[in-house]
């Protein structure tokens, strides 16, 4: 039987949608895993999104994504597989480089981070 799936409410039911959606996340497009994945990513992300608001202070997103590569236990080769150039990775994470949509699209997505919240200013180091 196939597990029913509601609004998230508390951490222990986030963290149990989290462990279905890994399991589930190489379905094959059309079949009901696919689609409780969609409904799992839906559901995930509104809960993610009213935890930020209500919990993480004002931070730049370089320290953003920062703090979610640890949570995920992500090294900057992870950024880079996602991304595809090591030294753009690089300069973004040291401050050199502004990201580019396409990076606060991928990493959005794989860090589980709202891209509203990686389009925030902040400054770059000479």
């Not at 986030?14 to 279905?20: D, E, I, L, N, P």
């Not at 993480?56 to 150039?85: C, H, N, Q």
């Amino acid at each position: 039987m196939q597990q029913q799936w509601y609004i998230i409410e508390n951490e222990a039911e986030y963290k149990m949608a989290v462990a279905r959606y890994e399991q589930i996340r190489e379905s094959k497009k059309g079949s009901l895993s696919y689609r409780e994945w969609h409904l799992l990513i839906f559901l995930i992300s509104q809960y993610e999104e009213e935890k930020w608001k209500k919990e993480m202070p004002e931070l730049d997103p370089i320290e953003l994504i920062k703090i979610r590569m640890e949570d995920f236990g992500y090294t900057a080769s992870d950024l880079v597989k996602a991304y595809g150039d090591k030294g753009t990775v690089s300069k973004v994470l040291n401050y050199k480089q502004a990201l580019s949509l396409n990076m606060i699209r991928k990493f959005s997505k794989l860090l589980r981070i709202p891209a509203d919240e990686l389009t925030k200013e902040y400054k770059l180091q000479s």
